[in-house]
């Protein structure tokens, strides 16, 4: 059995490949299980099980199969891998699943294709189910066929496509096997339900029987809706939502429903065939033959040809449609005539769309051929004009049907009206403008009053089918003066007419999950099925916009009546009579004004004027006529406006001119006054009030209306003054108004005025003329050709000077532009659209030159000659020439110059471009008919190879595009044919023409089925192996870009093969950026806040999304209420007026989770959807704004600006809340770093400016996940190629040193190295140039040989700035280290070693000498305090209520530790003060001296102080020699340790007065603390030299060590509650830890650190350990990185270390930590026991352990916890023999005793083991073995009748029995050592450290010399030491050539005669200046000691440890411990015996 499940210990994958079937099968089993829990679709894991899965399907084992296909089923379902498999996997399941004997392997293999159909690889899956049908085995192809059927059922026609299918059904119902004949029926059944009689066709081969039985069961189907039941994955959630809206739109349900069912055309399921080259060759020649039956048979052959291939390919057939239309037209022979109309019908119909081009020279010529009566011709006829309607529109036709409609002949306008009936049966409403029904009305209207009754019943008809198609509302008024009989037929044409084509629904828009279940708009009344709704459908994404447009079409008469400046015509006013005036006046006005109008004294006229126009408006403007009869009576009682008395008639101009700006005033009003007024404009002193008369009729009715009538008159008068002042005022009008007059009204009056003879009428008008010119240009001039010479060069001098002058703003009539204040918004757009645009078309004479394009010319044009055809072509120019202007209408003139175009002869085709070009100026907007016909050959003439032909093709081509548009180009996809058979030189020049031309464009003003249809032509080219088309075609991109959009052409870069995505990709990518920036529209400055989340994080916002779904049902039915009212709507139900960041303690919990695993780590390379997920989570959590986060994750970059600019409005007045929320804020502006727009990334960097000032103002402290989220991503941005991006990039990342640890943001900026972006890579070198410059070389992770090495391999890089950069940042190390420099780099080529040399050189010779931070003068106070500080403040936290750190208190200032960007920044303000100081403005803007003085005059300066000198004091005291005074209880201070205090302050003192160097030494060993501030430092170390230069004698105060506030401060903070602010006292003190040069200055603070972390520790117990996980870590890396430090950790007290052992090996115990975390923590707890048991003073480690020992064995606690300890104490006891030269055997001694007296072993008897007792007895058992009977002399605390003492005598009278114990007392244990064991003794980290020095002082060439000596020395001081363990690993040659050189030293000492003994100033640790500062205090103590013991008269050893065991030192006298050891004093015997031992070992020294 063991065998058998042998394979489950494998990994999955490879049992998915095992030789053993059933390991496959757990396998597969396996793998299904781990699809399911993967829920990211990209993840990794999928990648391993893409090559499988193919495998899996086609197992040999039967039930392995049925398993593999199972997991692939889940695989294809779930992951994102699963396309690239669908090849080989549908393969393997044609081939062996789909037909398998299983059943469910037959299911599971349908499930799988039909899967990969829904991850749309249908066409894949497709192609091989196809395949599988030609299977020779018919089970395979009747299962293939069946799973076609089931996908097409699910799935519908339009994602399983019919045209590979339908080829396949003849063969299939043909074959033998009955199976397969079944399923294909089967088939065929489905594919009839879905596209209906469009495969009848298709099926017409087949057997009778069986179409009868295909018959039978379609006739089963009829009237059935096929729908899919299954949809693709992006179609998946669109349905859901379309299925929601169709719950609550009942009305249009069916129109949906009609749509839905789109029938398939017959045509696309035919393949085309190109019939040009299957035509008979004698085609052309037979068809001009005179013999009829010959023209009949090419004829037919022809027809035969189209009928066999009815969808014909494209191809150039305007020769063979010439050719036809002849026929039609010119044949006399009628049978010829029908078979040329059938024979053109099929054509068009084949060549569908494409046949447009040829459309509009045939409809002409067919419609004039409609006057032959005979009926097969008529008919095919007929057939052809409704074949080529389907390429063509009414629109495109309208000329050709207007002019036939008015042909004299009455059956061609019968026809044509048929026609036009018919054709508007299948036109769909919005193909048809307003003008275009206007014209067809208009015409059709006249053809109706006809005679012929057959003209008049067929022009009803077709007004009662266009009245259906565009509703009988909409034409009804343009059918006012047809009489009732008519009309009646009209209606009842409009019943019976049928639409036969489906009307076009209004354009739905995604309804949001809260709309009202009732519709708006339920109560309008439908106009019928076919008929389109007359109102669009209001849109249900917002309310506002159906308020907007109801309240706009409902009251849009009343607005303009109630407006009374709007000046809107009444259409009901009419004309009153006078005597109705006359009465109303009667009612209006007072008697007395009345008698006063017409009274003969002026005086009285005067006064009633006055009068009225006091009153004149306190009328009602609502009464109807008010303005007519004010106007009228003022003018019409005599003497009227004929006033003699010029003050009165000024008056009465004003009565006229109030009326107009306060009533409404009418046409008819104007009509009346309008003449009286333009003759008052000659008046001498009421000229201006006549002319401001006319300026207020005219706002208040039309320009164009008053000035034709003032124009009019005044031409008719012979007073030159009317006439100039007449053209004056027009002037000055048409500036105030706007050019608002169609300029073929005025033209005729201006040429009038020019011509006058008076030179004043002459100037006025040519005045005007200069007018006009500014607003209609060049064609000014066109008009005034013909004038005389002199006249024309007044007009072209007025003309040149306003030609290009832009015009001014018009300033009256703008009001009208809008109906009311609140559609502002809706018609900015348009404003420009009210005004008549100038149609130059309409204004120039045209000439009609079609009765000149004879016959013969065009025959001459297409003549066999070259010469003659130029001929023909130059006689053309001419007739163009001739007539300057020519209308559209050319007749045949069109197709003859497409043939020439293409002409062979290049001078011929040069010379039809320059007359198409010609053309094109001569025709004006006009020329866009021909374009459809001319423009393939001006594209064929753009591909030629003759560059004056290409040019002459551009220029052609520009012209058309400039005189009528672009649109007419982009049509019948002629560009995407040209593109597809062009050659290179036409593709580079259309493309470069297509990238010229469409940016410019208006985004809608081109079909993007063109564009589209081009695509895939553009990604062929950007591939293309011809440079010049790549490099246009790259151009392009960005034209194409901007109308159909970056998504639409990134979706269809999925056909593309994959070699060339990258390339595609990259250039669409290139081409985003430069995307048009849209502003985003008025009151859309919110994106829609999303109604539904996928996961809901809180209650709150499903109720809130009801709350606002109800509102908006509410402004839905309330379609009444006015517009005003929707703003104040909005803002309640759609804004979200809370704060855009809320205050909350949620960001802590965030971190938590991110260090749990429980979300995403922000790490990726592009961001994917789950990121953006989890960072909406999580804003939702937060509260923050949904509007702001509606427009946070809005697609639209637009709403992305305005979310930094709410937030930069919101930084100054929410700062609290932001930093609540900075790592949300973070992250989300990391996504924008990936978009591509630079306008959102410039935004974002400044306000990431704005946001990290603000925090550095604050002394905030970034979190970890803060930065690990953010600073990655932000590096990526550096070596972006904009210069500002990169410049914001490098500002932030300054901003970011001072807020996080600058040796995390070194980590990520060395990662930026690994780009492949060169400039991302200099950047990066740039940035570590200058932290490095900033903070030291200390900065460099993870070591600095490390980080330069990879800095200096960037000197080889091929890019020229990243060489310079890396050169540059070596450079800045080089002047911070020195030669070390070279060391630190490695190796380096010789290329780079001599380009960092020269560098080197080169930067020494320019640098200055830069001023040390401790040199900055103190002097400048108010510098040090503004600066923020870089040190986080513990205290004092409680009343921020946030997680940020607070300020630091004032009073701490000068004691804080400025971290060196702190002080950088004090010399940069200093520096900036300085220059501010030179730069001290002069001039206006400078400072008053005087007013200064006057400020300054009571100040007190420096320079004024006087000193004043005090009687001197005697302080001879305080150098007197400290005395120890002893207490009154005869307690005083040890003397030999005072004696040991001042001789360390003589030592402080002497390096006091040495280098720098030693004074930093100096501070850190007096407990100075290096984190002052530089001041404080400087003073202190002047303020203690100069006391050491007064007196030797020190001072106490000065030696005893202080302790720094900010540090204790700092430390404490390590215990805080707040996680937080205990991390970030933590990572400030790793910094310190892990800095070599300041570790020291925490040697005082050992025992607070320890007590603050023990804290902690219990603190954290408390806590929930998802919780505490997040401190833990810290703390036990710390706690870690503390004993692992060289100088810290050996001096804590016994005490300390057992709280501290007690509390690591209860972590241990517990098992607490171990949870899903592999027991990491653990291995770090350890890894901090073990450092501890080697670092802490031995004699402290042992009496703590057996402490804890003797505490915890009596107390119930963890069984582990004392099996931990005693494995401690074991640990100790293997180091005694090593380490007993430490130990203090005394207090051990001692604790042993404590233990023992504690827990003595009759308490051990009662216990279930005595383990503990037995190992403190082996402590004394191994001690007792080290020191022997020497032991005994430790025992001096221990009472005699202790259970210690009687064991330890117990155990040296066994040592005595066994013989290991001397008489002279010497340790059995040391007798027994060999000198192979001290050789092999372990040896201490020092000397370890020194030997590893010499060996690489060997490995180097230029120091192996010295090396082999200090070897050599160092062996001679350490015999006993062997060197083979450090060579262990070095190769045979270098053991080789380490003995030689030693020998060779030997051999040159001994040739010397060298005797002597080593100096020990050879000896390497007297040599080598690098030791860590605690060797040296060693060596300091050892020194003292020694001194001291010289004073008592002892010159060597005072050691416990040398008693009787001295006679090792007989043994080893090189070994002898400096160490001294504290003990009583020595007996006199005692010393006498030492004294005779020392002199012993010096006598054998010397006989050495």
Not at 292 to 309: G, I, V
Not at 723 to 738: C, D, H, L, T
Not at 1039 to 1045: D, K
Not at 1423 to 1450: H, R
């Amino acid at each position: 059995m063991a065998e058998d499940t042998e394979y489950k210990k494998l990994p999955i994958e490879e049992r998915c490949v095992h030789k053993l079937w059933k390991a496959r099968v757990d396998g597969y089993e396996e793998a299904a299980k781990l699809f399911r829990e993967l829920d990211d679709e990209k993840s990794p894991e999928w990648s391993k099980y893409a090559g499988l899965i193919k495998k899996m399907v086609v197992d040999s084992n039967a039930l392995a199969q049925e398993k593999g296909l199972e997991a692939a089923l889940i695989f294809v379902e779930n992951s994102g891998f699963a396309g690239r498999t669908v090849g080989d996997v549908m393969t393997g399941i044609v081939q062996k699943c789909i037909a398998a004997p299983k059943t469910k392997t037959k299911e599971l293999s349908v499930q799988v294709t039909l899967m990969y159909v829904e991850i749309e690889k249908q066409e894949a899956v497709l192609e091989e189910l196809v395949k599988g049908m030609e299977h020779k085995n018919p089970k395979i192809v009747s299962a293939c066929v069946a799973a076609t059927t089931q996908a097409m059922k699910e799935f519908g026609t339009k994602v399983i496509g019919v045209k590979p299918i339908i080829k396949k059904l003849a063969p299939l119902m043909s074959d033998r096997d009955k199976a397969v004949r079944d399923e294909t029926k089967q088939l065929a059944v489905e594919m009839y339900r879905w596209i209906g009689a469009a495969m009848k066709s298709h099926i017409a081969s087949l057997p009778q029987v069986t179409i009868k039985e295909l018959e039978d069961e379609f006739e089963k189907l009829k009237g059935e809706r096929a729908e899919p039941t299954r949809y693709l994955k992006s179609q998946q959630e669109k349905q859901a939502k379309i299925a929601d809206e169709a719950a609550t739109e009942d009305a249009y349900n069916d129109d949906d429903a009609e749509a839905g069912a789109e029938e398939v055309d017959p045509m696309d399921l035919i393949d085309p065939v190109d019939i040009l080259s299957k035509m008979p060759k004698d085609f052309y020649d037979k068809l001009e033959e005179k013999k009829w039956t010959l023209r009949k048979e090419s004829l037919e052959a022809l027809e035969k040809l189209l009928t066999d291939n009815p969808k014909v390919e494209n191809g150039e057939y305007g020769t063979l449609v010439n050719a036809l239309k002849k026929v039609i037209t010119k044949d006399s022979n009628v049978v010829l005539v029908a078979m040329a109309g059938k024979c053109l019908a099929l054509l068009a119909k084949g060549l569908s769309k494409r046949f447009s081009n040829y459309a509009t020279a045939c409809v002409s010529a067919l419609l004039e051929k409609f006057k032959e009566k005979k009926p097969n011709v008529v008919s095919a006829l007929r057939e052809a004009m409704d074949a080529i309607y389907g390429s063509t529109t009414l629109e495109a036709q309208q000329e050709s049907i207007v002019e036939a409609l008015a042909n004299k002949n009455p059956s061609v306008k019968s026809e044509t009206a048929l026609f036009l009936a018919r054709a508007l049966t299948r036109t769909q409403p919005t193909a048809l403008n307003k003008k275009l029904i206007k014209l067809l009305t208009t015409t059709l209207i006249k053809t109706l009053n006809e005679s012929d009754p057959v003209v008049r019943d067929s022009s009803a008809e077709a007004l009662g089918t266009l009245m259906k198609l565009v509703s009988e509302k909409a034409l009804t008024p343009l059918l006012v003066d047809v009489d009732p009989l008519k009309m009646s037929k009209i209606k009842e044409c409009h019943d019976k007419a049928e639409i036969k084509i489906k009307v076009a629904a209004p354009k739905k828009e995604a309804r949001p999950a809260t709309a009202p279940a009732a519709k708006p708009a339920a109560a309008k009344p439908s106009g019928g099925s076919t008929e389109p709704n007359p109102v669009a459908r209001p849109a249900t994404s917002g309310a506002r916009k159906v308020v907007k447009k109801a309240a706009g079409a409902s009251s849009a008469a009343p607005a303009a009546l109630s407006k009374a400046p709007s000046g809107k015509a009444l259409a009901t006013e009419r004309e009153m009579t006078p005597e109705e005036v006359q009465d109303k006046a009667d009612e209006l006005l007072p008697a007395e004004i009345l008698s006063g109008l017409v009274d003969s004294n002026w005086k009285n006229r005067l006064a009633a004027v006055e009068q009225l126009l006091a009153q004149i408006t306190s009328f009602d403007s609502k009464q109807p006529g008010i303005s007519q009869v004010l106007v009228r009576t003022i003018s019409g009682r005599k003497p009227g406006l004929k006033e003699m008395n010029f003050q009165v008639l000024k008056y009465k101009l004003d009565i006229i001119r109030s009326v107009a700006e306060n009533y409404p005033v009418t046409n008819i009003t104007v009509d009346h006054v309008a003449t009286e007024i333009t003759e008052k404009l000659g008046d001498a002193k009421n000229s201006g009030g006549a002319a401001d008369v006319l300026t207020a009729l005219s706002e208040a009715t039309k320009l164009e209306y008053v000035v034709g009538k003032v124009l009019s008159f005044a031409l008719e008068q012979k007073s030159p003054k009317v006439q100039s002042e007449a053209f004056n005022w027009v002037n000055k009008s048409i500036i105030e108004f706007g050019f608002k007059i169609q300029p073929k009204l005025l033209i005729e009056d201006v040429r009038k005025g020019v011509q006058s003879t008076n030179p004043t009428v002459r100037g006025a008008a040519i005045q005007l003329v200069g007018t006009m010119t500014m607003y209609m240009g060049n064609a000014v001039m066109i008009f005034f050709d013909g004038e005389k010479p002199a006249l024309k060069s007044q007009i072209q001098t007025e003309f040149n000077k306003n030609l290009g002058e832009k015009p001014p703003k018009p300033i009256r009539g703008v009001q009208r532009s809008s109906v009311s204040p609140e559609d502002d918004e809706d018609d900015d757009g348009a404003g420009g659209s009210s005004e008549p645009e100038v149609n130059l078309a309409d204004l120039l004479p045209r000439v009609d030159i079609s009765s000149q394009i004879t016959e013969a010319l065009l025959k001459e044009m297409s003549d066999k000659d070259w010469k003659t055809r130029n001929e023909g072509l130059t006689k053309l120019q001419a007739i163009i020439t001739d007539a300057k202007l020519i209308k559209p209408s050319i007749g045949d003139l069109a197709p003859a110059l497409a043939h020439r175009l293409v002409d062979s002869n290049a001078k011929i085709a040069q010379t039809a471009l320059s007359i198409c070009e010609q053309l094109s100026t001569a025709m004006g907007a006009g020329c866009r008919s021909h374009v459809r016909v001319l423009f393939p050959g001006f594209l064929h003439a753009l591909g030629d190879s003759k560059s004056f032909v290409r040019a002459a093709a551009l220029n052609c081509i520009n012209s058309f595009g400039e005189q009528g548009g672009y649109k007419e180009f982009f049509e019948s996809e002629m560009i995407a044919d040209a593109l597809k058979s062009g050659s290179p030189a036409l593709k580079s020049e259309l493309w470069n023409w297509l990238a010229e031309k469409l940016p410019p464009l208006p985004p809608k003003s081109i079909p993007k089925e063109e564009l589209t249809s081009m695509v895939p032509h553009l990604y062929a080219h950007i591939c293309d192996r011809n440079v010049d088309v790549r490099k246009n075609a790259n151009e392009a991109v960005l034209g194409i870009m901007i109308h159909l959009g970056f998504e639409a052409m990134n979706r269809a870069l999925d056909k593309q093969k994959p070699a060339s995505k990258k390339d595609i990709m990259a250039a669409l990518e290139k081409a985003r950026p430069n995307l048009p920036v849209k502003p985003l529209p008025k009151g859309k400055q919110q994106a829609p806040i999303p109604e539904e989340t996928k996961k809901v994080v809180r209650s709150g916002g499903a109720a809130a999304a009801q709350k606002q779904g109800a509102g908006k049902a509410g402004a839905g039915a309330g379609t009444e209420k006015t517009a005003a009212a929707v703003p104040s709507r909005k803002k309640e139900e759609d804004v979200d007026t809370s704060p855009l960041l809320a205050v909350n303690s949620i960001k802590n919990q965030r971190l938590i989770d991110e260090q749990k695993m429980r979300v995403l780590k922000w790490t990726f390379t592009t961001p994917r959807e789950e990121f953006t997920d989890l960072l909406r989570d999580q804003m939702t959590t937060a509260n923050v704004n949904k509007a702001l986060m509606a427009n946070m994750f809005h697609d639209d970059f637009r709403y992305h600006l305005k979310v930094i600019e709410q937030l930069s409005e919101d930084l100054p007045n929410n700062s609290r809340a932001l930093i609540c929320n900075l790592d949300l804020i973070l992250k989300w502006l990391t996504l924008r770093f990936y978009d591509t727009n630079p306008s959102v990334l410039i935004k974002g960097l400044e306000y990431l400016g704005q946001v990290f000032q603000m925090l550095v103002e604050m002394e905030y402290m970034m979190a970890e996940n803060e930065g690990s989220s953010f600073v990655p991503h932000l590096l990526l941005k550096i070596g972006d190629p904009k210069d500002a991006v990169r410049n914001g990039v490098r500002r932030v990342l300054r901003q970011i040193n001072l807020l996080y640890p600058f040796t995390k943001v070194f980590s990520y900026v060395m990662e930026g190295l690994k780009s492949k972006n060169a400039r991302q890579r200099t950047e990066c070198l740039d940035e570590l140039t200058y932290l490095i410059e900033s903070y030291g070389l200390s900065i460099c992770q993870p070591s600095q040989q490390v980080a330069l090495k990879e800095i200096a391999r960037q000197i080889s890089d091929r890019d020229n700035s990243v060489r310079n950069a890396a050169l540059n940042c070596i450079v800045m190390a080089y002047f911070l280290a020195g030669e070390k420099i070279y060391k630190l780099i490695g190796q380096l080529s010789e290329k780079d070693l001599s380009m960092l040399d020269e560098r080197i050189k080169r930067a020494k010779k320019t640098r200055k000498p830069a001023v040390p931070v401790a040199e900055v003068p103190p002097n400048n106070k108010a510098v040090t305090q503004v600066v923020q500080q870089d040190i986080i403040e513990i205290e004092d936290a409680e009343g921020n209520g946030c997680d940020e750190l607070p300020p630091p208190d004032e009073e701490g200032t000068f004691d804080q530790a400025p971290s060196a960007q702190v002080l950088q920044l004090q010399q940069q303000l200093q520096l900036q003060q300085q220059q501010a100081q030179q730069q001290r403005t002069s001039g206006p803007f400078g400072l008053d001296p005087n007013v200064m003085a006057e400020i300054e005059k009571d100040w007190v300066r420096a320079d004024q102080m006087v000193f004043k000198e005090y009687t001197p004091v005697d302080t001879s005291l305080l150098f007197e020699p400290i005395k120890v005074i002893p207490t009154r209880d005869g307690f005083q201070y040890p003397q030999d340790k005072f004696d040991r205090l001042i001789a360390r302050s003589h030592y402080i003192q002497q390096n006091l007065t040495t280098s720098p160097q030693a004074n930093n030494t100096g501070h850190t060993a007096s407990g100075i603390s290096p984190y002052r501030s530089p001041m404080r430092i400087q003073q202190q170390q002047m303020q203690t030299h100069q006391n050491n230069m007064d007196n030797n004698m020190p001072n106490l105060a000065d030696v005893l060590p202080k302790h720094d506030p900010q540090l204790v401060k700092i430390i404490k903070a390590v215990s805080s509650n707040d996680t937080l602010k205990a991390r970030a006292a933590i990572n400030e003190l790793t910094a310190i830890i892990e800095s070599p040069e300041k570790q020291a200055v925490l040697r005082d603070y050992e025992e607070i650190f320890i007590q603050n972390v023990l804290a902690q520790l219990k603190n954290l117990s408390q806590l929930p350990i998802s919780q505490a996980l997040v401190v833990y870590q810290p703390l036990l890396s710390i706690l870690y990185t503390f004993f692992n430090a060289n100088i810290l950790g050996k001096t804590l007290s016994v005490a300390c270390i057992k709280n501290l052992m007690s509390a690591l090996l209860h972590l241990l115990a517990d098992q607490k930590l171990t949870s899903g975390d592999d027991s990491q923590y653990n291995k770090v707890i350890n890894g901090i026991c073990l450092k501890v048991l080697d670092k802490a003073n031995f004699t402290n480690i042992y009496c703590a352990l057996i402490r804890l020992l003797r505490e915890t064995c009596p107390v119930a606690g963890l069984p582990k916890f004392t099996d931990l300890l005693m494995k401690c104490i074991w640990r100790n006891i293997k180091m005694l023999p090593e380490r007993t030269n430490e130990l203090n055997y005394d207090a051990v001694i001692l604790e042993v005793h404590e233990f023992m007296l504690a827990l003595p072993s009759t308490w051990w008897q009662n216990r279930p083991s005595d383990t503990p007792l037995r190992t403190v007895k082996t402590i004394i058992h191994n001690m007792a073995k080290v020191k022997g009977n020497g032991i005994l002399q430790h025992l001096n605390q221990i009472p005699t009748h202790s259970e210690l003492h009687t064991y330890l005598i117990r155990i040296l009278k066994n040592f005595q029995k066994d013989g290991t114990v001397s008489g002279t007392g010497v340790s059995p244990q040391r007798q027994q050592f060999s000198a192979k064991e001290i050789a092999t003794k372990r040896i201490s980290h020092q000397t370890h450290d020194t030997v590893s020095q010499i060996f690489k002082l060997i490995s180097d060439k230029d120091t192996k010399q010295q090396g082999l000596q200090k070897l050599y020395d160092f062996k001679q001081q350490n015999p006993d030491i062997d060197l083979s363990t450090f060579l262990q690993g070095a190769s045979a040659t270098f053991h080789k050539y380490i003995e030689e050189g030693l020998a060779e030293i030997e051999r040159q000492n001994q040739n010397a005669g060298s005797t002597q003994a080593p100096d020990n100033r050879t000896d390497v640790n007297y040599q080598n200046a690098t030791h860590d500062p605690d060797y040296w205090m060693d060596r300091l103590q050892n020194l003292m000691s020694t001194r001291s013991a010289s004073d008592d008269g002892s010159h060597m050893l005072d050691n416990k440890v040398a008693d009787e065991n001295l006679c090792l030192n007989s043994m080893n006298p090189q070994k002898v411990s400096l160490i001294r050891r504290e003990k009583p004093e020595l007996s006199p015997n005692r010393l006498q015996h030492i004294q005779a031992k020392l002199a012993q070992i010096k006598k054998e020294n010397h006989a050495q």
